[in-house]
Each structure stands twice: as C-alpha cells, then as structure tokens.
C-alpha cells in the first residue's frame, strides 16, 4: 500500500480511531473527502461532546499492520440523526510500521478448552469437553492476557467464550509467549475473528477508557 501524507488521501467508509480528552476514545467511519475538509460518522455521546476548534488524537490502520498517527481539528458537527463531523484536513501524518493496539486492563472470566489443528473435527465435535476456566486480565481487538492455573504450550490453539457488553463472543486463539515473565500468565492472539467481533471487544475497550 502505498504511504499517504494527507487525510486528502483518505478513502469513503475506513475507519479511524480517535481521542478527546475529558471523553475517551472512539471510533469514526469516513463519509466524504473534499478538498478543504472530510466529513466522518460517529456514535451520538462522541459526536455531542465535541465543538468546533477541538483537537483530537487520531489514527488510521492500514495493511500490513503499518499505522498512521495525526491531529485533528473540528471544523463543525451535524448532530441529529446524522451524527456526523467535520474536520479540517491533516496535512502531516506520523508512519508507523506497527499498529499502537488499544488495551484495557481487566478481570473478565475466561472458559476454555484447547484443541490440536490438526484434530479440529475431534475437539469441536466431542460431547463432552473438558472445560479450562482463566481470566483475561488485558484485552483488545487483536489479542488478550489472560491469568491461568494451568501449563499451556506455546504455539498451541485454544477455543473459549467471552462475555463482554452483554453478548458472548465466541474466540478462537493462539498460545504465545507472554509480554511479562508473570507466572501462570499467556499471550492469545486471536485468530480468524470476525470484524464484528472484534469492533465490540474495540467499543468494550473505548468504554472503559471512557472519561
């Protein structure tokens, strides 16, 4: 893909997270791009707390796990049914060759069972499944902490169940090794999960960073 240095350069529907101080985070979905501003979409909480000449903390990921930081200024805000922003256009854009991921700390049980790839028909099929129970103690979009009384090894897959926000979230992880050397502590790197999925887990996040 290649680098862009303007939101001039943006495109129709990406996605772009972003922070207000004294609110949280965010997440807004692009609408139009003109040649002196672009106008995006938001929840009704966000876009109501913001006023023209706010500044927020932004940033774009794009392919490859590459991601884009910049600042934004509010030109104005449509906020009925709409919800919609606008913002001047961002003429410097920070590079990144990773993704800054958004993590909260929490205490969310975590149950479980492990399965091997090669196995999978056996391990999702069997009638009674060993059930491991962890908690996930650092969460988000793309992976989670998670606390176990147990040995896990590393590279191994698990299968769980999450409940965040009111709805189960069914997750489909890799063993890696831990950020810390915690005891009875693993790295899961979910894998395969729908966008759905994970923009729940996102706005789970953004809620508890919620100011």
Excluded at 65 to 77: I, Q, R
Aim: glycine residues 4%; positive net charge; aromatic residues 12%.
């Amino acid at each position: 893909m290649k680098k862009i240095s303007s939101t001039k350069e943006l495109n129709e529907n990406e996605v772009l997270r972003v922070y207000k101080q004294g609110f949280g985070y965010a997440v807004l979905r692009v609408v139009h791009i003109d040649d002196d501003f672009f106008s995006a979409r938001g929840d009704k909480p966000f876009v109501s707390a913001l006023k023209k000449k706010d500044r927020l903390e932004a940033y774009l990921w794009s392919e490859k796990l590459s991601a884009y930081e910049f600042e934004l200024e509010v030109l104005g805000t449509i906020d009925d049914d709409l919800h919609m922003v606008f913002f001047k256009h961002a003429d410097r854009m920070r590079f990144s060759r990773e993704r800054k991921c958004l993590t909260a700390d929490v205490h969310l049980p975590f149950s479980f069972f492990p399965f091997d790839i090669l196995h999978t028909r056996k391990a999702f099929t069997a009638t009674a499944v060993k059930k491991n129970r962890g908690v996930i103690v650092r969460i988000s979009d793309r992976e989670g902490v998670m606390r176990y009384d147990g040995s896990m090894t590393e590279g191994k897959f698990i299968k769980g169940r999450l409940k965040i926000l009111n709805e189960e979230i069914d997750i489909v992880a890799k063993i890696e090794p831990a950020p810390r050397a915690e005891e009875n502590t693993y790295m899961l790197k979910f894998i395969g999960m729908p966008e759905r999925e994970r923009e729940r887990i996102l706005e789970f996040v953004f809620n508890v960073y919620r100011e």
